[in-house]
């Protein structure tokens, strides 16, 4: 009655009544059926009675079984005393999709909100009641989203998603292919501004609930939907809608996740057509683009999350490995050893590439410096993992060197050194102190070795590096190089024994580019290496590098040096009257002279 009366106390006291009423949603299926059922009274009998598909006309909703639906819909749309909700699902999903198949959609906004207000309604009605996935048509509610250019009816819509990917997130995923797919054509029926107002909803609206638990999984398979639909999106669209996406499933954490499945998107395509593979790289240069579009700090650990990956990578495939299908990441047994191979390759290539590139150094030479110094343990820790990867493939390339793959391991280990170099340009003198003092204590032998040879160079090949750095700053890093060499016993390991020298080295050539200077603050030094010639405990190339730092020593400290000769001569004469009977003269006998012929 409340349908069609026009006495206007009807319609709000029917509403009332439903309010306080016990409903059994069963109760309300038949006119809602009813709804769903309705044909235009104008279509043709012999249409009706063979059931043919007929689009929809407007005149379907002055139908009375159409008006007893509407209110019914609004009577019910936010009722709380309602038995048996779910069984209106079914129905609501086609009366849903029956509007959706009119040619003007303007006319059936309101229907599709209502409908729309009340699936939602439901589903929160029967929380905790374990409902069947195929109750639920994901496509119907995307297809609101892409048909309607009304914003109440995407707010609904959007409340939809955003309720029922707690329930079945697959399918919400799922659909949403289907959304970012057609934005990249939807400029030719929309406004461009539009499409992407409707994705970014989407992206803010679902993707938190989708990786709300955080589990690599989840999030690779939200990542993977948008890696795909990568060259789909419009060009000047691409990076806020990115940006915004990594930001919301936390960029710093999974922007290398991002990454990764873009050198997988480019593994799987390269055997394909050269449209295809010129796609894939088209891939890797928006993925660059995307990075620098985040902070240094950002950048720098999503490297450092690279590499460590990659170190927890096998060097080649194993045949007898599992294939792992939930894996986010690259599944190394379900690809060719030759996939495994260009995955890996890119990986090196791209992270070298990325932190050589002008726009990352800009980037970084461009930050104050306080937040130069907040990248101190992020340059520690990617030099670190570099090194460590770089010392590994050294070994896999030097036993692969008589093989098919020698030339592969070749531009590994040449792209590894590009990262490291990369990494050292980045830096500036005073960070690159810092960095080098707090590795030289570094637990790990061949890190401790790395780093003092990459200052060596530094102090040898770029005396001017160092120019604009207070000199305490660089007298700081003694400390830490006398310690290394206080491990000089006479049985010493070979590993050990090159550290000491690459230590003995660094002495030397800070003594040579500071003592002339302040020769006060190394009389301490002389002392120490006096002591050290006179222990005996170092021996043959290592007491070479000991006596050739003593003369470096003598020559820049002059008149200080005189007090120490004494001391150090009569140890120095000593070792060379034991050097006299070798046939040959050897690193240490030449050592001792340059020293004396420097001395006298």
Request: proline letters at 4%; glycine letters at 2%; hydrophobic letters at 45%.
């Amino acid at each position: 009655m409340s349908s069609i009366s026009q006495n206007p106390e009807l319609l709000p006291a029917a509403s009332r009544i439903f309010k306080h009423i016990d409903l059994d949603a069963n109760m309300i299926l038949q006119p809602l059926t009813k709804m769903r059922d309705v044909q235009s009274p104008k279509q043709d009998l012999t249409k009706k009675r063979r059931r043919v598909s007929v689009v929809p006309t407007i005149d379907i909703l002055d139908t009375l079984e159409w008006k007893k639906g509407i209110s019914i819909l609004e009577f019910i749309q936010d009722k709380k005393k309602i038995r048996n909700a779910d069984s209106l699902l079914p129905v609501l999903f086609d009366i849903l999709k029956k509007c959706l198949e009119f040619d003007e959609q303007a006319s059936v906004e309101y229907p599709k909100q209502l409908i729309l207000s009340l699936i939602l309604h439901c589903c929160i009605k029967t929380a905790g009641e374990a409902l069947p996935e195929n109750i639920f048509n994901m496509e119907l509610i995307v297809q609101c989203i892409r048909a309607s250019q009304n914003p109440q009816t995407h707010h609904h819509a959007l409340l939809v998603l955003a309720h029922t990917a707690q329930l079945v997130p697959i399918q919400v995923l799922h659909h949403m292919m289907a959304i970012f797919t057609f934005m990249g054509s939807s400029v030719l029926r929309h406004d461009d501004a539009y499409s992407f107002q409707i994705i970014t909803k989407i992206v803010d609206t679902i993707i938190p609930i989708l990786v709300e638990d955080s589990q690599v999984t989840n999030i690779a398979k939200v990542l993977r939907v948008f890696v795909d639909a990568l060259l789909d999106v419009p060009e000047h669209r691409r990076m806020p809608l990115y940006k915004q996406l990594l930001n919301r499933i936390d960029a710093k954490e999974n922007l290398y996740l991002f990454l990764l499945l873009v050198f997988e998107s480019q593994v799987l395509h390269s055997g394909q057509e050269k449209q295809r593979k010129d796609n894939s790289l088209k891939k890797l240069e928006i993925a660059a683009n995307l990075c620098r579009e985040f902070s240094p700090d950002i950048v720098i650990y999503t490297c450092i999350k690279l590499i460590t990956y990659l170190n927890e990578l096998p060097d080649d495939k194993d045949d007898g490995m599992e294939t792992d299908n939930d894996g986010g990441t690259f599944n190394v047994a379900a690809h060719t050893s030759k996939d495994f191979r260009h995955y890996k390759y890119l990986l090196l290539k791209f992270t070298a590439n990325l932190l050589a590139s002008q726009e990352f150094v800009i980037q970084v030479a461009a930050l104050n410096e306080e937040e130069e110094l907040s990248l101190e343990n992020l340059f520690k820790e990617m030099i670190i993992n570099s090194l460590q990867y770089i010392q590994r493939i050294s070994r896999v390339a030097e036993k692969a060197s008589n093989s098919p793959q020698a030339q592969y391991w070749k531009v590994v280990l040449h792209y590894s050194y590009d990262i490291l170099d990369s990494l050292n340009a980045l830096v500036t003198p005073q960070m690159f102190l810092l960095i080098t003092k707090g590795l030289m204590v570094h637990n790990l032998s061949t890190i401790r070795r790395r780093v003092i040879e990459l200052l060596n160079n530094k102090l040898q090949y770029n005396s001017q590096f160092f120019s604009d750095c207070d000199k305490n700053e660089i007298y700081a890093l003694i400390p830490p190089i006398i310690s290394i060499i206080e491990g000089i016993n006479d049985q010493i390991e070979s590993e050990q024994e090159i550290i000491i020298q690459t230590a003995l080295l660094s002495l030397k050539l800070l003594v040579k580019s500071l003592a002339f200077e302040a020769p006060e603050k190394f009389v301490q030094i002389l002392e120490f290496i006096t002591n050290l010639i006179k222990s005996g405990k170092a021996q043959n190339n290592v007491l070479a590098s000991v006596v050739l730092c003593l003369a470096e020593l003598c020559i820049n400290l002059r008149a200080h040096a005189i007090a120490s000769l004494a001391d150090f001569m009569p140890a120095v004469i000593k070792v060379l009257r034991q050097e006299k009977f070798e046939e040959t003269p050897n690193v240490l006998s030449r050592s001792i002279l340059t020293t004396i012929e420097k001395n006298f």
